[in-house]
């Protein structure tokens, strides 16, 4: 799950990082004006987005006084992200910038752990500085269980910054980033720009945090954070019952039990030259209306032309499986061909219920399964 800037920074103040002080969000342009009123001199005001790149989209502007945040507001309140519309801004003071770092730990999954990069050259092109200048970004892995040392932290900082007082803000920076990291359970947690201002303080001007979708059952207040406006209807529907579901493009909708088995179908699909039109996941229990809203949410794309299922019953009871289906098929009206092959745990118990219900296609074989589905979608 993503969380917005003004979120994140929330998180880092609880963790001592340091963020520019005050500040609000606003969905209106009136709002808008009327916290920039409270902070008086001058603002920025900043789209929140779950988007890079605001900046160069027009999504962030310094604004003079408090009309002038207004219309600011009211201009940003209008555009849309990559594809994101905003419907909130952040109005805090603006500060000045002596300069600009990039700080962010990211999930090294070829190194199996959380990787520190930093570079003396942050700010709306660290994109390009990475492609085009690697060794401007230095690396540094470190374990979770036993965090990061001190002097881990001071030698990162002496990197990009030669001034050792301010090297020393931005080291404190680093170690309350890591803690800060591990605390949350993020995947990602990033301070593009960490500024230094003319006074010689270190703040973070910019923040970003994705957390771990698997350990938020332990973060009800992150949880809290979430922005429904970011989520679509079939985002939300399969999240409440237990399903994970991830939206594509194509034409065949998949019902499958096992992220395994979910991943090596759309694979065949693929190889049959279909395209899927979704990862979608049942998981281990067999309760009927997983299947009901499997159909419901798959049903809403326009563009699914046929539908298979590919149950192997393990935990997930064939019979049970084949109950939902029906269910499915009725309270949806579903009337696109579905291709089904479902082997395992009670599996004839399973077919006999489906034999009951025309217009089915079954199938032994995932090969053949797949096939048919291809074939049934492009007719
Ligand atoms: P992003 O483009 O989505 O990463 O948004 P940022 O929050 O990083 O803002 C983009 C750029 O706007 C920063 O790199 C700064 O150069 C500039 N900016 C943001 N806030 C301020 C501010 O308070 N004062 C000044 N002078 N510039 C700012
Ligand atoms: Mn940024």
Redesign the pocket.
């Known amino acids: 799950m993503n969380i917005h ?1 003004y979120q994140a920074k929330e998180v880092f103040r609880k963790h001592g990082i340091p963020v ?1 002080p005050g500040g609000d969000v606003a969905s209106t342009p009136e709002a808008a004006k009327a916290i920039a009123e409270a902070i008086g001199g001058q603002v ?1 005001v ?1 789209a929140q987005v779950h988007s ?5 989209a027009g ?2 502007k ?1 604004a003079d006084n408090p009309e002038d945040a207004r219309q600011k507001a009211e201009a940003i309140l209008q555009l849309q992200i990559q594809g994101l519309p905003v419907r909130r801004v952040l109005v ?6 002596a300069h ?1 770092y990039y700080l962010g730990i990211v999930l090294d999954r070829a190194a199996k752990l959380p990787a520190i990069m930093i570079s003396r050259e942050g ?2 092109d660290i994109e390009e500085v990475a492609r085009t200048k690697p060794e401007a970004l230095s690396k540094q892995h470190f374990d979770p269980e036993r965090g990061l040392r001190p002097y881990e932290a001071r030698m990162l900082a002496a990197k990009v910054e030669p001034n050792g007082k301010l090297a020393g803000k931005i080291a404190r920076v680093i170690e309350k980033l890591v803690a800060a990291f591990a605390s949350v359970d993020a995947s990602l947690a990033e301070i ?2 960490l500024v230094q201002t003319p006074d010689g303080d270190i703040i973070a ?2 923040a970003k945090i994705n957390l771990d979708d698997n350990a938020l059952f332990r973060h009800a207040d992150l949880e809290a954070m979430r922005d429904p406006d970011t989520e679509t209807d079939a985002d939300r529907d399969a999240r409440n019952i237990g399903l994970s579901f991830i939206k594509l493009d194509g034409s065949i909708g998949c019902v499958v039990n096992g992220a395994g088995l979910a991943m090596a179908t759309m694979d065949l699909v693929k190889h049959f030259g279909g395209e899927p039109a979704n990862f979608l996941d049942i998981g281990g229990s067999s309760k009927p209306e997983k299947v009901v809203t499997a159909i419901r949410i798959i049903t809403s794309d326009p563009k699914v032309k046929a539908i298979l299922f590919n149950i192997f019953g393990g935990i997930t009871r064939c019979d049970d499986v084949a109950r939902g289906l029906i269910q499915g098929i009725q309270q949806t009206g579903v009337k696109l061909p579905i291709v089904i092959r479902l082997v395992g745990t009670n599996e004839a118990e399973g077919r006999k219920i489906l034999e009951e219900v025309s217009g089915l296609h079954p199938a032994e074989t995932m090969d053949e399964a797949v096939k048919k589905v291809v074939e049934l979608a492009q007719a």
């Open positions: 800037e520019p920025v900043k890079g790149g605001r900046g160069k999504g962030v310094l805090a003071p603006a500060l000045d910038i600009e700010g709306v593009n720009p001007l910019d």
